[in-house]
């Protein structure tokens, strides 16, 4: 009988597993809203595959110059992209969620890339919004600070 519960236990574990693999992004999403520090990278890095496929897509319908110029860009997306990770690491003084944070804005900064990537600039990028959001009314009222 232990044997066998053994078995099962391992066996369920196996299957979890496969499972996990085949998951869409909307179920990964459910999941990482969840346990966001064992999804989270999970859907980054389905993300990736997808940022990878638009932009080998992009790649074969393009000319040798544009091809050039495409990888190039994709090359200091990405360094802009850990370097935007950092940046929100570093502006949350490494609190416990400061990890799930950064790699939500991760998350965020590749749908955009992927969206760029899909959509050429003439067709308009209409859901990149084009102006910040307004200021606070009360940030506007405080003087400068100096130094910045």
Sequence with gaps: M???IFFFIAFSGLVAHADETQLSESQLEMLADKEPKKYLPKLLQRLDADMNESLEKQLAASTNKVKEALLAAQKAWLVFRDADS?????????GSGASVFAMERRIYQTRLRIYQLDTSFEQGWQAVPKNAPEKNAAEDQQPPTQGR
């Excluded at 950092?86 to 949350?92: H, I, Q, S, T, V």
């Design 2 to 4: 232990r044997t066998l």
């Design 86 to 94: 950092l940046f929100e690491l570093a502006g949350d003084d490494g």
